[in-house]
């Protein structure tokens, strides 16, 4: 009975549930804002990567080594409490934002980049036959093969950030995780950090399922 | 006269590997030339130069008068010159018929409608018009070659391109899209052929050209060709493949 009311204790969880979900949107919020950040930088990284000229695939380069290298809770330490050394001083959630999605840009480019060089010599070649411009055999020929391709490791990546966002709870972010301790510094019980556990299982588990699905279709039409 | 494809001292390297070593022909508007020799002769590389789908170091390419260079004439230019590849390189999420409307749609800047339409018209004419909602995979390779084929007709080019059209197909599809390369020679279309198929090569050209080492060794009627090769190697090549 001691174990039930010190972990799953009802009062406090029904008490801090308000909280937690207050959390829980702020969570979702965050990982959607980086998500769609990182994928759309990511994209513009990895065609400067493939396509541009060499000092621009150089630099995208280090760009990509740099961001995939940094932990990124020192970096969301530096954006959040470095910067304003220097004038620049953002919110929490643009702080977050900034270095969950630039790290984030940096792995997606490699996806897209690995999915790219995927799509074969061949179609390249059969889109410059007909005189389709560069935009063109990017839109028409070349991203949609390389979607389908990068799909899998793409949603595996928009996992990876929204459980990273956890880690905003260090700039004095409300999120989830956050919101959990402090409920739990204010009524002396870890029930809520336990709540906190479930709804970040209740909102990536569905997701880990999907991709789960997502590759084994992918294998089944690539076989 | 002035030719419509005009190529001039053409030389080729891979590396240390010289593929084409000097290069002149000149292919008149109509003609059907077919490239025939042995492989590594460089006869793919030749046609592929031809659009720039290779760079050589030496030597020009003209097509209807404009030099063939890198830079913003090159999209102009190569949609005025076709090309079918060995391996089909069909686009693999687009069905048949967006395959062929692509082009004339981004390019030539026609409706969808307009460009649905003439892709429609080009199938049926490759004699795949119930075909044209399936995919590239759907098809078997020889439907998909004349996808290519109708893909490449429909910007109205002013040359076609061939490079090994047959040589990816299994033996019982070959004949189909020889078939439909033989009605489009008839309708003086005019056309760069690089293949093995003899037969048909004595059937269909104007002018066969042998090659061999990255030299044009005899170029020549295929009455002529077949018949009185005036060179030791096209001998000596059309006894190798006649004699198996």
């Known amino acids: 009975m001691d174990l039930v009311d010190t972990f799953f204790n009802v009062r406090v969880l029904r008490e801090t549930l308000p909280?937690?979900?207050?959390?829980?949107?702020?969570?979702?919020?965050?990982?959607?804002?980086?998500?769609?950040?990182?994928?759309?930088?990511?994209?513009?990284?990895?065609?400067?990567?493939?396509?541009?000229?060499?000092?621009?695939?150089?630099?995208?380069?280090?760009?990509?080594?740099?961001?995939?290298?940094?932990?990124?809770?020192?970096?969301?330490?530096?954006?959040?409490?470095?910067?304003?050394?220097?004038?620049?001083r953002l919110s929490s959630f643009a702080a977050a934002t900034t270095a969950l999605s630039a790290v984030s840009c940096a792995y997606v480019a490699e996806i897209f980049r690995a999915g790219i060089e995927a799509v074969p010599r061949g179609q390249f070649e059969a889109a410059d036959a007909i005189g389709l411009g560069f935009f063109d055999t990017l839109r028409d020929v070349v991203l949609p093969q390389a979607l389908r391709i990068v799909t899998p490791p793409l949603t595996s990546n928009c996992i990876n950030v929204l459980k990273d966002t956890a880690l905003a709870s260090v700039v004095a972010m409300p999120d989830l995780l956050k919101q959990a301790t402090q409920a739990q510094a204010l009524s002396a019980n870890p029930s809520p950090l336990i709540g906190a556990a479930l709804l970040y299982l209740a909102l990536l588990l569905p997701l880990v399922r999907l991709v789960g699905h997502v590759e084994a279709r992918h294998r089944a039409a690539t076989r | 006269m002035s030719a419509l494809v005009e190529i001039n001292g053409l030389h080729k390297a891979y590396g240390q590997f010289e593929a084409l070593r000097g290069i002149d022909l000149s292919i008149g508007a109509g003609e059907v030339v077919v490239v025939v020799g042995p492989s590594g002769s460089g006869?793919?590389?030749?046609?592929?130069?031809?659009?720039?789908?290779?760079?050589?170091?030496?030597?020009?390419?003209?097509?209807?008068?404009?030099?063939?260079?890198?830079?913003?004439?090159?999209?102009?230019?190569?949609?005025?010159?076709?090309?079918?590849?060995?391996?089909?390189?069909?686009?693999?999420?687009?069905?048949?018929?967006?395959?062929?409307?692509?082009?004339?749609?981004?390019?030539?800047?026609?409706?969808?409608?307009?460009?649905?339409?003439?892709?429609?018209?080009?199938?049926?004419?490759?004699?795949?018009?119930?075909?044209?909602?399936?995919?590239?995979?759907?098809?078997?390779?020889?439907?998909?070659?004349?996808?290519?084929?109708?893909?490449?007709?429909?910007?109205?080019?002013?040359?076609?391109?061939?490079?090994?059209?047959?040589?990816?197909?299994?033996?019982?599809?070959?004949?189909?899209?020889?078939?439909?390369?033989?009605?489009?020679?008839?309708?003086?279309?005019?056309?760069?052929?690089?293949?093995?198929?003899?037969?048909?090569?004595?059937?269909?050209?104007?002018?066969?050209?042998?090659?061999?080492?990255?030299?044009?060794?005899?170029?020549?009627?295929?009455?002529?060709?077949?018949?009185?090769?005036?060179?030791?190697?096209?001998?000596?090549?059309?006894?190798?493949?006649?004699?198996?």
């Not at chain 2, 061999?212 to 060709?225: Q, R, S, T, Y």
């Open chain 1, 19 to 88: 909280l937690l979900i207050e959390g829980l949107g702020v969570t979702v919020l965050l990982g959607l804002a980086s998500i769609a950040l990182g994928t759309a930088s990511g994209l513009v990284l990895a065609l400067l990567r493939v396509f541009g000229v060499a000092s621009v695939r150089a630099a995208a380069r280090i760009y990509i080594d740099v961001f995939r290298s940094i932990p990124l809770l020192v970096l969301l330490v530096l954006v959040y409490y470095a910067l304003p050394f220097v004038g620049v």
């Open chain 2, 43 to 244: 006869k793919s590389t030749l046609v592929r130069c031809i659009n720039l789908l290779e760079d050589y170091q030496r030597g020009e390419v003209r097509v209807a008068g404009e030099k063939v260079v890198r830079g913003r004439t090159l999209a102009r230019v190569r949609a005025e010159v076709g090309m079918v590849f060995q391996s089909f390189n069909l686009f693999p999420h687009l069905s048949a018929l967006r395959n062929v409307a692509l082009g004339p749609l981004r390019v030539r800047g026609l409706s969808r409608t307009v460009a649905d339409a003439r892709a429609l018209a080009l199938l049926e004419k490759v004699g795949l018009a119930e075909h044209a909602h399936k995919l590239p995979g759907q098809l078997s390779g020889g439907q998909q070659q004349r996808v290519a084929i109708a893909r490449a007709l429909a910007m109205e080019p002013r040359v076609l391109l061939f490079d090994e059209p047959t040589s990816a197909l299994d033996p019982e599809m070959v004949g189909e899209v020889l078939a439909v390369m033989q009605a489009l020679a008839h309708t003086g279309v005019t056309m760069v052929i690089v293949t093995h198929e003899m037969g048909f090569a004595r059937r269909v050209a104007d002018r066969v050209v042998f090659m061999e080492d990255g030299l044009i060794v005899e170029v020549a009627p295929p009455e002529n060709f077949f018949g009185a090769p005036r060179e030791a190697r096209t001998r000596a090549f059309l006894q190798a493949i006649l004699s198996h």
